[in-house]
């Protein structure tokens, strides 16, 4: 159910699906323009976060920073339109990929409110080790099950094709983004052996 307005309600929207309820993807959109829209922020942060390292003159930390961020936020699309169009979903892509787009939203809001349990369970006594792990664990947890929710209803996946596009967009994505990062530790490591 849309807003009285018959405009979609983004943060609405957000909240519905966040909470385990289809009903939010109503309130997205379901065209290139309003997935775009949803990519913009996403973008635009990262971009100003490098425009700030550029002025501190660190032109290479800069650029290769905000070059695997954008590649993590761009993959998940291409990687879950190519699974969409694969099993007959792709009219119903942008709606999802709207729909993922602004879910991220929803995982720093978690990430720092779990800081803060984490401060009250430390100040109780509890090793921070342990609070920490155990925090991330349920963090990790909840971004994955919003992500196989999303897909599930946004792509009317069954539940088994939905965790299998989770595990094969989140795979590749962490292979694309971390493997130019093994890379270059590899051989600076053996610079640093001839040297």
Known sequence: MQAKSGRPNILRGIVLLSTGRPAGLAEMGSGPQEFLASLAPLVAFPLVGCLLMLAQGKVLDAVTDFLATLVAILAPPVLSYSLARLWGRQERWFRFGTAFNWCQWVLPLLGALLVLIAGFMVQAGVPLRPVVVLLCCVLLAYAFWLHW????HGLDLSR????????LVNLITIILVGAPQLL??????????KG
Do not use: D, E, K
């Open 149 to 152: 929710f999303l897909a599930r």
């Open 160 to 167: 088994g094709r939905a965790a299998l596009l989770v595990f």
């Open 184 to 193: 270059q530790l590899a051989l600076q490591s053996i610079a640093a052996g």
